[in-house]
């Protein structure tokens, strides 16, 4: 089993900058691919960005040239480094690993206000 706990989110006005973090405890030993999604009211959940366990990184066009994904292996742990926020950026934010199968942590809000 894997845990994965996100943090940092909020609430951001438009053009701001957060960084997420999510870090993986437990049956760390062969974690695979890590990303982000994120889901928004009434919406379908649509991927960000992902990063594989060697570091080659992914970013969905929504938010490419915005939004950098990176991972630090010895803590287990990846980050989203979010920058010139817009409010369509506002939603749940999911962080998940694939390991035997894929986790997913409960989910960090980041709000965009105009």
């Known amino acids: 089993q894997v845990q994965l706990a996100e943090s940092g989110g909020g609430v951001v006005q438009s053009g701001g900058s957060l960084r997420l973090s999510c870090a993986a405890s437990?049956?760390?030993?062969?974690?695979?691919?890590m990303g982000w999604y994120r889901q928004a009211p009434w919406k379908q959940r649509q991927l960000v960005a992902g990063?594989?366990?060697?570091?080659?990184?992914s970013t969905a066009d929504p938010v490419k040239g915005r939004f950098i994904i990176s991972r630090d292996n010895a803590k287990n742990t990846i980050y989203l480094e979010m920058n010139d926020l817009k409010p369509e950026d506002t939603a749940m934010y999911l962080c998940?690993?694939?390991?035997?199968?894929?986790?997913w942590g409960q989910g960090t809000q980041v709000t965009v206000s105009p």
């Open positions: 998940y690993a694939d390991e035997d199968r894929r986790y």
């Open positions: 437990g049956s760390v030993g062969k974690l695979r691919a």
């Open positions: 990063i594989s366990s060697m570091g080659s990184a």
